[in-house]
């Protein structure tokens, strides 16, 4: 398939793909070397993974023609989700364990609103963080301190990928349960969710109630791997 520009939809996604594993592809030989040295900064390259996963809107992105759209749209879906799991909170008064668990998806869905909020107004200056801390970590000297200062990289970009690895697979386990918690438990969604006019009931829309649930598995999928790398760019800053 062709785009209007004459760009094969199929390169794009690759290059994406491949942008969002950079980080990891190294791991393996950085461990079994211990001369090798990453070439750039832990925040550097999950910087580059949220870039491939379209929402990291500074100026740079913003100015890229449709991706500040898709920006507002990604950030639309998120506030309806959001919307939506603090609504239906009002029908689990009755009952404190459904409840407490709305409470619970209430407070994770807020976290993940907050850190978008604040990469659409601050995202510049994470870069100004992200750049000065890359022009440090290309300060070397020679003598015999270079050799401590390339063991002190290689350690932190060992440590925080590795980690980094860690949580991606039991996000991955946790959003694999998520999704298919319809088909194991009672609950009708993935997420307890209400909207207006019963949308969300699959017995009065049943059609809606499954553009629903799919508009919620792709929430969970996005909106946790954006937030999986998000927390572990903050954490090696």
Not at 59 to 67: E, L
Not at 134 to 152: H, I, K
Not at 212 to 226: A, K, N
């Amino acid at each position: 398939m062709v785009e209007p520009s004459g760009e094969r939809v199929g390169f794009r996604l690759s290059k994406k793909w491949k942008r969002f594993v950079k980080p990891y592809a190294p791991f393996r030989r950085v461990y079994r070397t211990p001369s090798k040295c990453p070439e750039h900064t832990v925040p550097y390259l999950n910087r580059e993974q949220l870039i491939s996963t379209g929402y990291y809107p500074n100026s740079t992105q913003n100015s890229v023609p449709g991706q500040r759209s898709y920006h507002v749209f990604l950030l639309v879906k998120g506030t309806i989700l959001f919307s939506s799991i603090l609504y239906a909170a009002s029908e689990s008064l009755d009952d404190i364990v459904e409840l407490g668990r709305d409470l619970a998806f209430i407070i994770a869905s807020f976290f993940i609103y907050f850190k978008y909020i604040y990469f659409l107004l601050y995202a510049d200056n994470v870069d100004e963080v992200i750049d000065g801390l890359e022009e440090c970590y290309r300060w070397e000297r020679a003598g015999p301190a270079a050799a401590g200062v390339r063991s002190a990289k290689r350690l932190h970009y060992l440590i925080v990928i590795g980690m980094q690895i860690i949580w991606v697979v039991s996000m991955i386990i946790y959003i694999v349960l998520l999704i298919s918690t319809p088909f194991l438990t009672q609950q009708e969604l993935p997420f307890h969710a209400a909207h207006s006019f019963y949308l969300h009931d699959p017995l009065r829309h049943p059609r809606i109630h499954i553009l629903i649930y799919l508009s919620q598995s792709f929430d969970i999928l996005y909106y946790l791997t954006w937030l999986t790398v998000t927390e572990c760019m903050s954490v090696s800053i």
